[in-house]
């Protein structure tokens, strides 16, 4: 099957290659991320296959299916960037990865979290400049903390396996509450009592209609003071602007982010040579105990190796007009 990817990165050309190797489907990768001025791109292909940042829109959708487009694979897990009732209007199927590897995320909240407590970056920047002090790098053990966990699926419940190895209380909030983590020792609470009573909460529930600015200026006001927020879920879960606000009235001590509300204007790129515009980003960068990456949390080579796997095993199945066990349906 004739495959076209959008914002195409080396390491998905050489992922996907790789899965690819005996030429069964053909791929075109294409650089630029899919919106209404590139859709025109995926002329002449079945399939469409795109990451977090491509915004399948109703008006992307029609150009897509005037193009003929009949499948868009996407290469990840969420899928709050497609419109599916578009696509369903037209017939284009929509297929995701819905698991690849939750320890990839899980193990990139805790990095965050470390390295914000412990400051290892900068530590290893004051090194490299011959400053050898210890001044202001002081942390605190998790050994004993709370960490309130919102959304416990797959990263979530890898999440709160590790930070239980670290000896912490874990207080989670999800609607569907697990057994098998209950029995692991976590208590379920309602939201407000996650808020209120942890030391570090971490963010791990898909980005809904519910859960969009989930974290906002009241949330913030009920968090102990001096608390530490992880977002590796979705930007949007968070209102930036009020989290703005709560590190500078010192509400929020710690605030580690994979992901950002603005990102697909800037994750994924290197803009070291251009003027940034987005105002909000350059505030958080201002602020010593932000730390930010961008949306790297699944970049691991097992995270990389099983979404080319499945991605390839949904186009297949398409093609070959199998039951579709990871499509996702307009309801
Ligand atoms: P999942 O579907 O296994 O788990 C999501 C959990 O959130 C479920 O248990 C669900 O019941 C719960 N939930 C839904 N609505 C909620 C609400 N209002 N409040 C609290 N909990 C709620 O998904 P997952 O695989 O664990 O992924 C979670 C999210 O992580 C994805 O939706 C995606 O946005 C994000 N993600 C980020 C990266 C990254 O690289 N940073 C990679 C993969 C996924």
Do not use: W
């Not at 914002?7 to 190797?21: C, G, I, L, M």
């Not at 990840?76 to 199927?93: P, Q, S």
């Not at 602007?241 to 204007?265: P, S």
Request: net charge neutral; charged share 25%.
């Amino acid at each position: 099957m004739k495959v076209a990817f959008f914002s195409t990165k080396s390491y998905d050309k050489e992922y996907f290659d790789r899965v690819n190797s005996n030429g069964h489907h053909q791929f075109t990768y294409f650089d630029a991320a899919l919106n209404p001025a590139t859709a025109a791109l995926a002329k002449g292909h079945t399939a469409i296959c795109l990451f977090v940042n491509d915004k399948a829109d109703k008006e992307t959708i029609e150009q897509l299916s005037a193009n003929k487009i009949k499948l868009i694979a996407l290469r990840c897990a969420g899928f709050n960037n497609v419109d599916l009732e578009a696509a369903a209007k037209k017939n284009i199927k929509v297929v995701r990865v819905p698991a690849y590897s939750p320890e990839a995320v899980a193990e990139h909240a805790v990095a965050l979290i470390l390295t914000l407590n412990r400051k290892t970056h900068k530590a290893y920047n004051r090194i490299r400049e011959g400053n050898f002090s210890l001044e202001k790098l002081i942390g605190y053990n998790l050994h004993g903390k709370t960490v309130g966990v919102i959304g416990t699926g797959k990263i979530g419940q890898a999440f709160c396996r590790i930070m239980l190895g670290f000896g912490c209380k874990i207080l989670a909030y999800d609607k569907f509450p697990s057994e098998e983590m209950e029995k692991a020792g976590v208590l379920y609470q309602q939201l407000n009592e996650v808020l209120s009573q942890s030391d570090i909460i971490s963010l791990h529930c898909p980005l809904l209609p519910e859960t969009h600015h989930l974290i906002n200026k009241k949330a913030f006001e009920k968090m102990k003071k001096g608390v530490m927020l992880i977002n590796t879920s979705r930007g949007a879960v968070i209102d930036t602007a009020d989290a703005i606000e709560a590190l500078k009235n010192e509400q929020l001590g710690y605030f580690g982010i994979d992901v950002y509300e603005q990102e697909e204007k800037l994750f994924f790129r290197d803009l070291s040579e251009e003027i940034i515009a987005d105002d909000m980003i350059s505030r958080l960068i201002s602020f010593p105990n932000v730390l930010i990456t961008s949306h790297q949390g699944f970049l691991t080579k097992e995270a990389l190796e099983q979404i080319a796997m499945v991605t390839l095993e949904n186009i297949s199945d398409f093609e070959k007009d199998k039951n579709l066990q990871n499509e996702i349906r307009y309801q």
